[in-house]
């Protein structure tokens, strides 16, 4: 069974850091692009970030440009998200997501099931 497994989101104070995972098991990620997603609630979802299945390309929204970054480790077949200078607006569910093409397309195949942030003093 092909899954996606997103973990370390939580409750942290603005300012602060997290970094989020997200592991995949019955398959692995070598050839697929990887996408972080969020939505808050009453918004639309919105994706955050994307790396190339080679790691080479990565793009992110402007909101989190310079305080988000992607990477990927193949030996672990995870993909990471780190989230410095957290603010409220950042509070919503993330996703990873995933897509098989080499380049990050903003449609995905497959989906985990979430991860909570909440930004609060």
């Known amino acids: 069974q092909l899954q996606l497994v997103e973990s370390g989101g939580g409750l942290v104070q603005p300012g602060g850091s997290l970094r989020l995972s997200c592991a995949a098991s019955g398959f692995t990620l070598d050839h697929y692009a990887i996408g972080w997603l969020r939505q808050a609630p009453g918004d639309e979802r919105e994706e955050v970030s994307c790396?190339?299945?080679?790691?080479?390309?990565?793009n992110y929204v402007d909101s989190v440009m310079d305080r988000f970054t992607i990477s990927r480790d193949g030996a672990k077949n995870t993909v990471y998200l780190q989230m410095n200078s957290l603010k409220p607006e950042d509070t919503a569910v993330y996703y990873c997501a995933a897509v098989r093409n080499t380049r990050c397309t903003g449609s995905y195949d497959y989906w985990g099931q979430g991860t909570q942030v909440t930004v609060s003093s």
């Open positions: 790396i190339s299945s080679s790691g080479g390309s990565t």
